[in-house]
């Protein structure tokens, strides 16, 4: 059975930084790429980056980059969201996701090709 669990979130003032952790279990990020995604109340889904199964090669969204970066521990069936220099439209649901294969790549853009989902984390960025 393919689990996937969020934590982390929580409430942290603008300029701040805040880690999300995505706990796997029943597969091996050897074999699944990993992507965080977000969505706010009356948006959109959004891609914020991802991490393929091989050799762990990263991808960002556009609105991320720079201040946000994917990583992971295989031996601990973890990928992490360290997410720095926050901004009040970072705020959201934030939700790990598995995609098996994919080798280097992973999509950002397309949540529709990861077919395993965690429950969610909340991020609030406000004074």
């Known amino acids: 059975q393919l689990q996937l669990v969020e934590s982390g979130g929580g409430l942290v003032q603008p300029g701040g930084s805040l880690r999300l952790s995505c706990v796997v279990s029943g597969f091996s990020l050897d074999h699944y790429a990993i992507g965080w995604f977000r969505q706010a109340p009356g948006k959109e889904r959004e891609g914020v980056s991802c991490?393929?199964?091989?050799?762990?090669?990263?991808y960002y969204g556009a609105s991320v980059t720079g201040r946000f970066t994917i990583s992971r521990d295989v031996a601990r069936n973890t990928v992490y969201l360290q997410m720095n220099s926050l901004e009040p439209e970072d705020t959201a649901l934030y939700y790990c996701a598995a995609a098996q294969g994919w080798g280097y790549y992973c999509l950002v853009s397309d949540s529709g090709v990861y077919g395993y989902w965690g429950q969610g984390t909340q991020v609030t960025v406000s004074s």
């Open positions: 991490i393929s199964s091989a050799d762990g090669v990263t």
